[in-house]
């Protein structure tokens, strides 16, 4: 049986919490967000409570549906009250960033910068060579900043790139280390 499906979510005060026509609405100071439920699950909001159940709790699908539509729930809570964040590093040298606006303008060593558009409900802060990306949806906040780091992914030999700042880049060995050793 899905243990995290069985939680009990309790929403905060200043949220609320809608189920109707196959939608789940959360309502918050941060925004709001809006999920659509798998024809599998139930969702019930009772008070200040909100309790997921599926139609099979034998299914492997189901319960697998269970935890995962669950999970989603408490971070539509968590992202209307608190908010999602992902920080990035720039590092190279001339490698800079800027805002522009709302969107992020990125001169990462190619000939033209590139210029990063966010997603309605993210915003961008720069401080020095950190990037954060803030909003209310998780998926959308982790989509972008993959977004960002893909522009230029940081390179395993002088570690040149953009990378989370929880990342850790193993760095390799030049061609004049394997020359030397031999």
């Known amino acids: 049986m899905s243990r995290i499906g069985k939680k009990i979510r309790i929403v905060p005060t200043g949220v609320t919490v809608a189920v109707s026509g196959g939608l789940i609405k959360v309502k918050g100071p941060n925004g709001e967000l809006v999920e659509k439920i798998h024809p ?3 969702v019930a909001v009772n008070g200040q409570e909100v309790t997921t159940t599926v139609a099979n709790e034998t299914n492997k699908r189901d319960r697998a549906l269970w935890g995962t539509f669950s999970s989603l729930i408490n971070n ?3 992202g ?5 964040k992902k920080q990035l590093e720039i590092n ?4 800079k960033t800027a805002l522009k606006g709302a969107s992020l303008s990125l001169e990462v060593g190619f000939s033209h910068p590139v210029e990063v558009k966010p997603m309605p409900g993210i915003k961008f802060t720069v401080e020095k060579n950190i990037i954060t990306v ?3 949806s998780k998926q959308q906040v982790g989509e972008m900043a993959a977004m960002i780091r893909r522009v230029r992914k940081p390179e395993p030999y002088k570690g040149k790139g953009i990378k989370y700042t929880t990342e850790i880049i193993h760095r390799k060995a030049g061609k004049t ?3 030397t050793a031999a």
């Open 40 to 42: 599998h699950v139930n």
């Open 76 to 78: 539509m809570i968590v």
């Open 80 to 84: 209307v009250t608190t908010g999602f």
């Open 92 to 95: 190279g040298v001339g490698f």
């Open 134 to 136: 803030e909003g209310a």
């Open 177 to 179: 280390a394997a020359k």
